[in-house]
């Protein structure tokens, strides 16, 4: 099976302007999870969809939102960016069904805002 | 809310050589699952072992292996004949089942360098 795909991969914005990511998780899979990984705040949950619908949100500001397609793909906007947005950000997909649900990460978009 | 300590920021290893990493959680859950993952410097996280809490035996994979001390709250991460590839950042992660949909929690990571 093909892995957890993430677009674009690097991404160079400035203060002021949205930002939307993609994720499209592993085939089967119909949870997706967002991840901010910072150096100073580590790894942090942004939100989890499943079936086109939010089930868990972190606690960020509602500047970031995400959304589930039919098709499980996922995509997270970021609008009025600020210099501290720039992170790493991880999509995650998780089958739910079976014993085991374990998260597999994508390779990310490192977004860095100017 | 469920926290997770991975209290070694940096850790090295000789090639060839056994490390363990250390991880420590605070839970009020009996039923969840704890992980960890690598992150080479592509920053692809990769799953390297997982377990279930209900499971007394520890988990392993090939070269990794874990101590899973459930009423410590400890799941230490052992790692044996070490190779150069293994270097990266290591994260210990917690995902509880008693409360419905919840999310990885994870540590601050473990920096692992291998010496050759």
């Known amino acids: 099976k093909a892995g957890v795909t993430q677009t674009p991969r690097y991404l160079i914005k400035t203060r002021g302007q949205q930002v939307t990511l993609s994720c499209s998780p592993i085939?089967?899979?119909?949870?997706v999870s967002w991840y901010q990984q910072t150096p100073g705040q580590g790894l942090q949950f942004l939100f989890e969809?499943?079936?086109?619908?939010?089930?868990n949100k972190g606690n960020f500001p509602g500047r970031f939102s995400g959304r589930q397609f039919s098709n499980s793909r996922s995509e997270m906007n970021v609008s009025t960016l600020e210099l501290g947005d720039s992170a790493l950000y991880l999509c995650?997909?998780?089958?739910?069904?079976?014993?085991?649900?374990?998260?597999?990460f994508g390779p990310g978009t490192r977004l860095l805002v100017l | 809310a469920q926290t997770v300590t991975q209290s070694q920021p940096e850790m090295s290893v000789q090639e060839a050589e056994t490390v363990t990493l250390s991880c420590t959680y605070d839970?009020?859950?009996?039923?969840?699952?704890l992980f960890w993952y690598k992150q080479p410097p592509s920053r692809q996280m990769i799953l390297v072992i997982r377990?279930?809490?209900?499971?007394?035996q520890n988990a392993t994979e090939n070269r990794f292996s874990v101590n899973f001390q459930k009423a410590a709250k400890s799941f230490s991460l052992k790692i044996s004949d070490s190779q150069l590839g293994d270097a990266a950042m290591y994260f210990c992660a917690y995902r509880g089942l008693n409360s419905g949909n919840t999310p990885l929690v994870f540590g601050k990571g473990t920096r692992l360098s291998v010496i050759a």
């Open positions: 995650a997909s998780r089958s739910t069904s079976g014993p085991l649900e374990t998260q597999y």
């Open positions: 839970t009020s859950e009996s039923d969840y699952y």
């Open positions: 377990q279930e809490a209900y499971k007394q």
């Open positions: 969809y499943f079936s086109e619908t939010q089930r």
């Open positions: 085939s089967g899979h119909r949870s």
